[in-house]
């Protein structure tokens, strides 16, 4: 599912930029479950509600980059 949610972003980048701005969001089921000011809040938020590996957070930073570069985590 998380190639999916990453394909929905992708598709739907430019309309989510226009809605949220520059963020870090949190998605799941192609829905949005959260916006955050970074990354590890991003995280640490969405995980007290969500399994690992259930959703992605993505950076909406209005250009490619957000979407190009690939950031790797493991949670332990």
């Keep these: 599912m998380q190639d999916k949610d990453f394909e929905w972003f992708i598709e739907n980048y430019n309309m989510l930029y226009e809605k949220y701005g520059c963020c870090f969001l949190a998605i799941k089921d192609k829905n949005i479950i959260g916006v955050y000011k970074s990354f590890d809040e991003a995280a640490?938020?969405?995980?007290?509600?969500?399994?690992?590996?259930?959703?992605?957070?993505?950076?909406?930073?209005?250009?490619?980059?957000?979407?190009?570069?690939?950031?790797?985590?493991?949670?332990?």
Excluded: P
Excluded at 49 to 68: L, M, P, R, V, W
């Design 44 to 76: 640490d938020n969405t995980l007290e509600t969500e399994e690992i590996g259930t959703f992605i957070i993505q950076e909406c930073n209005g250009d490619e980059s957000a979407y190009t570069m690939q950031i790797a985590s493991m949670f332990i």
